[in-house]
């Protein structure tokens, strides 16, 4: 198959281009460079820099090439950001996906696999969530992608546009060599920021201990980005089998608290990480854990290494053979 990548030289899109090409498929990379890195877009794909927010951008692509499908990545992802500067979220997650699926419509090409985020429920009423749930979300980068949602729904009612929109529950790890890994520019994911706290010897940042949870801070359900990749290609084999619209949440139905993490980090670093308590960041949801059932039975997922020591571990082999710092600020934050 021929496929296009949306932001393809970001963290998820670079792992999912290089599955991609390892399997035979043809492979053409979009990324405005932006806050992706070129370097990290393997080689044996083509590679068009350009910004979806430009429609002429986004035509030339799908008039010089004709795909069997499209992974959306590209966007802001954010949430502390989205609080500050909401007006970027809507105009780059929302319109810039706007401007794909109607150029898809227009050239009849009608497979899109959308990255989207547990972000949508918001404080959930009920954990672990399915996909059911209501969607309440508590900051601007959750909204706009289940505006996005929205969209898509109605592309595929009005337009015939297949698709499948995957709610994220924290994507983390690394290759398992640590040859690839995650790399944003300001960094906001608790993982990454635990062990450059370690690296670069500063403090880190936690951000709420009085949650409802056991431990008094957030709990998430992490999934690595490698069986992340893997429920994308299972998401786009069914597209081509059975098209229709489809929702899926991606995570694991197991939910670590920050604390756990940062012990984790500890743990396989076999090093202190020097901890500062702070104030809740507004828009944070208390915990965040799947329902996974859905994907499962439909597609038959079954994450292979997202267990918490794996994540960290492969995490840590990246960062600490990298050490890409990515922290324009003096403290790592959660």
């Given at each position: 198959m021929k496929i296009l990548v949306t932001g393809g030289a970001g963290y998820i899109g670079s792992f999912m281009t290089k599955h991609l090409l390892d399997n035979n498929h043809e492979v053409v990379v979009t990324d405005s460079l932006e806050r992706g890195h070129e370097d990290a877009i393997d080689g044996r794909a083509t590679f068009l820099k350009g910004n979806l927010l430009d429609k002429q951008f986004v035509a030339q692509v799908f008039a010089q090439h004709r795909?069997?499908?499209?992974?959306?990545?590209?966007?802001?992802?954010?949430?502390?950001?989205?609080?500050?500067?909401?007006?970027?979220?809507?105009?780059?997650?929302?319109?810039?996906?706007?401007?794909?699926?109607?150029?898809?419509?227009?050239?009849?090409?009608?497979?899109v696999i959308f990255s989207s985020t547990a972000g949508v429920y918001g404080n959930p009423v009920t954990v672990p969530i399915p996909e059911?749930?209501?969607?309440?979300?508590?900051?601007?980068?959750?909204?706009?992608?289940?505006?996005?949602?929205?969209?898509?729904?109605?592309?595929?009612?009005?337009?015939?546009?297949?698709?499948?929109?995957?709610?994220?529950?924290?994507?983390?790890?690394?290759?398992?060599?640590?040859?690839?890994?995650?790399?944003?520019?300001?960094?906001?994911?608790?993982?990454?920021?635990?062990?450059?706290?370690?690296?670069?010897?500063?403090?880190?940042?936690?951000?709420?201990?009085?949650?409802?949870?056991?431990?008094?801070?957030?709990?998430?359900?992490?999934?690595?980005?490698?069986?992340?990749?893997?429920?994308?290609?299972?998401?786009?084999?069914?597209?081509?089998?059975?098209?229709?619209?489809?929702?899926?949440?991606?995570?694991?139905?197991?939910?670590?608290?920050?604390?756990?993490?940062?012990?984790?980090?500890?743990?396989?670093?076999?090093?202190?990480?020097?901890?500062?308590?702070?104030?809740?960041?507004?828009?944070d949801a208390e915990a965040l854990v799947a329902d996974a059932s859905r994907i499962q039975s439909d597609l038959g997922f079954s994450p292979k290494y997202s267990d918490l020591e794996t994540i960290v571990s492969s995490a840590w082999k990246w960062h600490n053979a990298n050490n890409h710092s990515s922290f324009p600020i003096d403290k790592m934050t959660s």
């Amino acid at each position: 198959m021929k496929i296009l990548v949306t932001g393809g030289a970001g963290y998820i899109g670079s792992f999912m281009t290089k599955h991609l090409l390892d399997n035979n498929h043809e492979v053409v990379v979009t990324d405005s460079l932006e806050r992706g890195h070129e370097d990290a877009i393997d080689g044996r794909a083509t590679f068009l820099k350009g910004n979806l927010l430009d429609k002429q951008f986004v035509a030339q692509v799908f008039a010089q090439h004709r795909f069997d499908g499209v992974i959306h990545f590209a966007g802001y992802i954010s949430m502390k950001e989205s609080m500050q500067n909401p007006s970027i979220y809507f105009e780059d997650n929302v319109f810039a996906s706007m401007h794909i699926f109607d150029e898809m419509v227009k050239q009849k090409q009608n497979n899109v696999i959308f990255s989207s985020t547990a972000g949508v429920y918001g404080n959930p009423v009920t954990v672990p969530i399915p996909e059911n749930h209501q969607t309440n979300p508590t900051n601007s980068y959750g909204e706009s992608k289940l505006m996005v949602e929205h969209i898509l729904k109605w592309y595929n009612t009005i337009h015939q546009l297949n698709y499948t929109a995957l709610r994220y529950f924290n994507a983390a790890g690394a290759a398992l060599d640590g040859s690839m890994g995650e790399r944003h520019e300001p960094e906001t994911h608790i993982i990454p920021n635990a062990i450059h706290s370690v690296l670069e010897k500063k403090p880190f940042t936690l951000y709420g201990t009085d949650y409802h949870t056991p431990d008094g801070t957030c709990v998430r359900d992490y999934i690595h980005v490698l069986d992340l990749v893997d429920a994308h290609m299972r998401a786009l084999e069914q597209l081509h089998n059975k098209p229709g619209g489809y929702t899926y949440n991606v995570g694991t139905g197991k939910g670590y608290s920050n604390k756990e993490v940062i012990d984790t980090v500890k743990k396989v670093s076999q090093a202190d990480v020097i901890v500062e308590t702070a104030e809740r960041r507004p828009g944070d949801a208390e915990a965040l854990v799947a329902d996974a059932s859905r994907i499962q039975s439909d597609l038959g997922f079954s994450p292979k290494y997202s267990d918490l020591e794996t994540i960290v571990s492969s995490a840590w082999k990246w960062h600490n053979a990298n050490n890409h710092s990515s922290f324009p600020i003096d403290k790592m934050t959660s």
